[in-house]
T-cell receptor, first 110, second 112 residues
Framework: KAGVTQTPRYLIKTRGQQVTLSCSPI?????VSWYQQTPGQGLQFLFE???????NKGNFPGRFSGRQFSNSRSEMNVSTLELGDSALYLC?????????FGPGTRLTVL | EDKVVQSPLSLVVHEGDTVTLNCSYE??????LLWYKQEKKAPTFLFML????IEKKSGRLSSILDKKELSSILNITATQTGDSAIYLC????????????FGKGTKLSVKP
């Protein structure tokens, strides 16, 4: 069974731009969560989607948004990028209580 | 406030040593505790613990949950340099589908 996939793997943007990241969960998994990982803040929860609905949301500004499609694939969007948004963005899909992470998208904001 | 605390934050050992990593939690409606290993990439799943006192084992790694003490330990025996990583403790708690709270991790460095 294929694992969680994320695209793109690496991305370079400039301040003020917007970016969309994509995540395809493991087949059969309906829950998709997004995390931001930075050296200073560690792993922080962004939001979780289940059956196309946002079920949980972390403490991030409204520039961070997401959605989930009927096939459980999810996208995360960040608008008006700031330098501090440079991070590894991880997507995880889950079934019951077990979570599996994708390889992440490394975003660099210049 | 719900929280997960891992200790120590960092640890340096030599190959062959045995290490014990700790995770304690304070959450409402605990569901499960998960351990992950993270190197220079996404975390990889190690164990999920739901029942107190039952040890889970995988090779040189083992883990056990103590619901009375609200804690878990992760043991690594005969450590190798490849065990160097950040070990994350994650607790699933709360409502019908649960929420996740991450510990800050323990950074383990194994010296040759």
């Amino acid at each position: 069974k294929a694992g969680v996939t994320q695209t793109p793997r690496y991305l370079i943007k400039t301040r003020g731009q917007q970016v969309t990241l994509s995540c395809s969960p493991i087949s059969g998994h309906r829950s998709v969560s997004w995390y931001q990982q930075t050296p200073g803040q560690g792993l922080q929860f962004l939001f979780e989607y289940f059956s196309e609905t946002q079920r949980n949301k972390g403490n991030f500004p409204g520039r961070f948004s997401g959605r989930q499609f009927s096939n459980s694939r999810s996208e995360m969007n960040v608008s008006t990028l700031e330098l501090g948004d440079s991070a590894l963005y991880l997507c995880a899909s889950s079934l019951m209580n077990e979570q599996f992470f994708g390889p992440g998208t490394r975003l660099t904001v210049l | 406030e719900d929280k997960v605390v891992q200790s120590p934050l960092s640890l340096v050992v030599h190959e062959g040593d045995t290490v014990t990593l700790n995770c304690s939690y304070e959450v409402t409606n605990f569901r499960s505790l998960l351990w992950y290993k993270q190197e220079k990439k996404a975390p990889t799943f190690l164990f999920m613990l739901t029942s107190s006192g039952i040890e889970k084992k995988s090779g040189r790694l083992s883990s056990i949950l103590d619901k009375k003490e609200l804690s878990s330990i992760l043991n690594i025996t005969a450590t190798q340099t490849g065990d160097s990583a950040i070990y994350l403790c994650v607790v699933n708690y709360g409502g019908s589908q649960g929420n996740l709270i991450f510990g800050k991790g323990t950074k383990l460095s194994v010296k040759p």
